[in-house]
T-cell receptor, first 113, second 118 residues
Framework: DAGVTQSPTHLIKTRGQQVTLRCSPK?????VSWYQQALGQGPQFIFQ???????QRGNFPDRFSGHQFPNYSSELNVNALLLGDSALYLC????????????FGPGTRLLVL | AQKITQTQPGMFVQEKEAVTLDCTYD???????LFWYKQPSSGEMIFLIY??????QNATEGRYSLNFQKARKSANLVISASQLGDSAMYFC???????????????FGQGTILTVHP
């Protein structure tokens, strides 16, 4: 049973560039949440996708956008990258009802120079 | 105000001993969930244990148990018989309603680094 997968594992970008991160949920899951984890901090909720729509959003600027595809996989896009966007980006998947546990992928480490 | 507070930046324990990691939370929502995740240096967040606010008994999962004291708003993780592989960052997280609805957003604490000595 495949768990949550994310790609790429590492990424280096320069300020002002755009980046796309990808996530495939655990088999049977239909909900994808994205989190940003700065070094030494706990993860911060970015947004959650369900049925191809953004269901809930955290306190992140519009530079952060996402998408969910019919196969439940998801993308996180960040435009106009800032140095402060350097972080570990974690994707978590769950099934339908909000009471279900979220399972995380290995993350994508983004470094903005 | 911090929603989730983990006051122990680092903890040390001898192999085979038990250790308690502290977590206090703040919410006015009567229906919420509390989670503990383990994050090794590789970065992946590994789910350990869950406690619902209405659960009558403390949750247990193998060597992990959750000491849930609702009136004190604490949800401490107890790891019994520590192993070297338990060395990692541990996060407490809460799921609660926002504006009357709940879509599963997790709010995390700052984490506690656990080091297990042989």
């Amino acid at each position: 049973d495949a768990g949550v997968t994310q790609s790429p594992t590492h990424l280096i970008k320069t300020r002002g560039q755009q980046v796309t991160l990808r996530c495939s949920p655990k088999s049977g899951h239909d909900t994808v949440s994205w989190y940003q984890q700065a070094l030494g901090q706990g993860p911060q909720f970015i947004f959650q996708y369900y049925e191809e729509e953004e269901r809930q959003r955290g306190n992140f600027p519009d530079r952060f956008s996402g998408h969910q595809f019919p196969n439940y996989s998801s993308e996180l896009n960040v435009n106009a990258l800032l140095l402060g966007d350097s972080a570990l980006y974690l994707c978590a998947s769950s099934y339908g009802t909000v009471q279900e546990t979220q399972y995380f992928g290995p993350g994508t480490r983004l470094l903005v120079l | 105000a911090q929603k989730i507070t983990q006051t122990q930046p680092g903890m040390f324990v001898q192999e085979k001993e038990a250790v308690t990691l502290d977590c206090t939370y703040d919410t006015s929502d009567p229906s919420y969930g509390l989670f503990w995740y383990k994050q090794p240096s590789s970065g992946e967040m590994i789910f350990l244990i869950y406690q619902g606010s209405y659960d009558q008994q403390n949750a247990t999962e193998g060597r992990y148990s959750l000491n849930f004291q609702k009136a004190r708003k604490s949800a401490n993780l107890v790891i019994s018989a520590s192993q070297l592989g338990d060395s990692a960052m541990y996060f407490c997280a809460m799921r609660e309603k926002t504006g009357g609805t709940s879509y599963g957003k997790l709010t995390f604490g700052q984490g506690t680094i656990l080091t297990v000595h042989p």
